[in-house]
């Protein structure tokens, strides 16, 4: 009896886990000239590509009311050199 309670309780954790895990995903937004951000807390910023072009990089954030956001812009890649 015990073992199948201890399987029952893990087997919800884990389903809770996956839930919340799931629910955290952002669809991008493709950044144009003149967007409003309410950039409250950077949380990542993903790596230039190594080119001497533009290159799209993606920025997760938090706005100023908890919400998480990604954010695609493109910067000129790390690869240039003078």
């Known amino acids: ?20 895990e799931v629910g955290t995903t952002t ?4 950044y144009k000239y003149g967007m409003h951000l309410d950039v409250a807390k950077v949380i990542h910023i993903t790596e230039a590509a190594p080119t001497c072009a ?5 920025m997760t954030y938090q706005d100023s009311q908890g919400q998480t ?10 690869g240039c050199s003078n």
């Open 69 to 78: 956001h990604t954010l695609e812009y493109s910067i000129i890649g790390g």
């Open 54 to 58: 533009p290159t799209p990089v993606q």
């Open 1 to 20: 009896m015990k073992n199948i309670l201890f399987l029952a309780l893990s087997l919800t954790a884990s389903f809770s886990a996956f839930a919340q």
């Open 27 to 30: 669809d991008v937004v493709h």
